[in-house]
């Protein structure tokens, strides 16, 4: 859940002295390796769980999460995370036998159940899912930045790193495309997470991580839950990409070096040891903040004594592997190593997170067993391609797999892993009745060709045909929402109708969340009979008038054209025929701001007795919203009514 007593590294002094306490924590760690220190004689999972934070009455994300915690005081297992609208718990570590997953998933749903209760005088409630549907971009200013001392030194150390300063760019394309820059590394708190961790010897550590690499990839495909980013169908599990890009400080050049992003999958197999990984990461990376380091860890080892290598947790912490390397030390005193399964989003259900944990630890027990060394069997470059892949096509992706065999994810999943991963929970002596419910929610998803990320999407398709983009977010969410706390895993889940939400109020909402973002526009020097042809093509009635340096300079409309062909029609001498778009535009058009409410534009317009509203942020075009949007908004809600009335 995070080292929060961390510092920014604010000179030179600080720096060397944390880097040195990194280096004795790498000699330490290798120390413990070399003479046998670990804990081997038994295996433990664990989890935490990642949720977000929304308003009861419109479902956007309430930026709550410091408020939340004043009334949780009493609660140790409950965190903050990097925005205001997260928060995270951390579920008991148990030992991999019997109910263990029955007992680690009735614990997560008794503390969301603890949370949902204590939230309550906030007019609050906690979702589950790796993007929120209703996120959007003005949600993710620092302004939302969790106010802890770790969270600003990892945002101030990220920014620092960066040649162009202020300039994170998020560029994705699936159904829609999303191309975006971004001030600060915030953007990453859109991906809500359920991570999983097993504990794995120090002998069988190389071939276990590598077996995760492998699996990574289908796991991921039968599991995603992220299609969404801003209104915009991208990824099948769009956390990967949006992840990488958020926290990605490197630069365009002309040569072709190769430079890993700190969000990485990672670069080869491993080959040796978990130091291996440790060694590349710092190496690779710089170190970005410090932990408040009192301990000498080679003294202590010297002494016989077990350390808990701040530094090196710190710097791990700061280095985003989608299978992360974990050391930690047990309740008995005895240091142990985990693999940290970072890929499977927050939700649909924790019904559904369990299946998937279940599939994933199952799978590595399994795969162990039958393959130990999968290096002998898969090309890395297959199985980076594969996770790369699943991440863009989730359950649609076809993967190269043992012996360079093409499968799809339906099938690899329902013919080989399936059967693997319930002989590998068979060894570890699952109870039989658990392995059945868990396994047959990852079938019923094959069988069926869904999960979360699959359902959303079509869910968003068929509401987007009649209704608007936050207005079909909102109902997604809310179906969310209502499936979760029905506790039914997502394979049967029905397609949400628009009349399910009751609530939905959108006069409260910002311009930016209904304004028309598929532009058309034209220049100053362009000739009339051009505007006048796009205006008909497109059936628009207002067209907005950029430069070709991307300014906003003014508006044309149908009743200015109407005007000029009049005119030209009958043949006033005072009237030039060989006019531009700039001789007749509206210049500097009544605008309004992104975050200008719906009903103060609506009143603007109302007032100044005009048709449309660009929306304008500085001297770029943003949007532009129209009295049609206005009537159609007018006749959902008349709609709504009525059907309130009937029930």
């Avoid at 961390?6 to 030179?12: C, F, N, Q, R």
């Avoid at 060694?279 to 016989?304: H, P, Q, T, Y």
């Avoid at 359950?395 to 002989?423: G, H, Q, S, V, Y």
Wanted: charged letters at 30%; aromatic letters at 8%; a neutral charge.
């Amino acid at each position: 859940m995070g080292e929060q007593k961390v510092s920014l590294l604010t000179d030179e002094k600080n720096r060397k002295g944390f880097i040195k306490n990194l280096l004795k924590d790498v000699r330490a760690l290798e120390y413990m390796l070399d003479n046998d220190w670990f804990e081997s004689d038994i295996i433990r999972i664990g989890a935490e769980q990642e949720m977000c934070i929304v308003h009861n009455n419109t479902l956007k994300p309430a930026s709550l999460a410091m408020e939340a915690l004043d009334l949780m005081q009493d609660l140790e297992w409950v965190e903050t995370e990097l925005a205001k609208f997260n928060l995270e718990i951390g579920a008991t570590p148990l030992k991999f036998e019997g109910d263990c997953l029955k007992q680690m998933e009735k614990e997560i749903d008794s503390k969301l159940e603890i949370i949902k209760k204590r939230i309550k005088p906030l007019d609050v409630q906690i979702i589950l899912t790796g993007i929120l549907p209703t996120l959007q971009k003005f949600d993710m200013g620092m302004h939302n930045l969790t106010p802890k001392k770790r969270y600003f030194a990892l945002m101030e150390a990220i920014n620092k790193q960066l040649v162009k300063k202020n300039a994170y760019e998020v560029k994705l394309q699936g159904v829609d495309e999303l191309f975006v820059e971004h001030d600060s590394p915030l953007i990453e708190a859109c991906n809500t997470s359920f991570q999983v961790h097993l504990q794995v010897s120090p002998d069988n550590f190389k071939d276990m991580y590598n077996i995760s690499l492998a699996l990574a990839a289908p796991v991921m495909a039968i599991a995603a839950n992220s299609p969404i980013v801003f209104g915009k169908r991208l990824w099948h599990e769009s956390r990967i990409a949006l992840f990488q890009q958020s926290l990605d400080t490197r630069t365009v050049h002309d040569h072709m070096r190769e430079r890993s992003p700190r969000v990485n999958f990672g670069n080869d197999w491993l080959h040796d040891s978990i130091l291996d990984i440790y060694k590349e990461d710092i190496a690779r990376f710089r170190v970005l903040i410090s932990g408040d380091v009192s301990e000498d860890s080679f003294k202590m080892i010297k002494k016989g004594e077990v350390p808990n290598l701040r530094a090196l947790q710190v710097h791990n912490s700061t280095v985003y592997r989608w299978n992360r390397p974990c050391y930690g030390i047990s309740p008995n005193g005895k240091p142990h190593l985990r693999i940290e399964n970072r890929v499977l989003a927050s939700g649909p259900t924790v019904q559904d997170e369990m299946a998937n944990a279940a599939f994933w630890l199952g799978a590595m027990i399994g795969m162990h067993e039958k393959y130990k060394d999968v290096r002998q069997h898969l090309s890395f470059a297959d199985v980076r391609d594969n996770f790369g892949k699943a991440a863009k096509y989730g359950i649609d992706t076809k993967f190269t797999w043992i012996n360079d065999k093409k499968i799809t994810a339906i099938d690899l999943i329902l013919e080989e892993l399936i059967p693997i991963a319930e002989a590998g929970l068979k060894k570890m002596k699952v109870d039989k009745a658990d392995i059945k419910r868990y396994m047959n929610i990852i079938k019923n998803r094959a069988k069926n060709h869904i999960n979360g990320a699959r359902w959303m999407l079509r869910a968003y398709n068929r509401l987007r045909e009649t209704s608007s983009e936050n207005e079909a977010l909102t109902v997604i969410t809310a179906a969310i929402i209502k499936n979760q706390n029905a506790k039914q895993p997502v394979h049967k889940w029905e397609l949400p109708e628009l009349n399910m939400l009751k609530k939905y109020r959108p006069s409260k909402l910002r311009v930016e969340e209904f304004m028309e973002r598929d532009l058309f526009t034209v220049e100053p020097t362009d000739i009339i009979e051009l505007v006048s042809e796009m205006m008909d093509w497109r059936k628009i009635r207002y067209m907005p008038v950029e430069t070709s340096e991307g300014e906003f300079v003014g508006l044309i409309s149908s009743r200015l054209l109407l005007r000029h062909f009049t005119r030209t029609h009958k043949g006033d001498l005072n009237f030039k025929k060989d006019l531009k778009v700039g001789d007749i535009m509206i210049k500097n058009p009544i605008s309004v701001t992104p975050n200008t409410n719906l009903l103060d534009a609506l009143s603007i317009m109302k007032e100044n007795k005009i048709g449309s509203l660009p929306v304008v942020k500085g001297k770029e075009l943003m949007g532009i919203i129209t009295e049609t949007e206005f009537l159609r908004i007018t006749g959902r809600l008349m709609r709504r009514l009525e059907e309130e009335e009937e029930d």
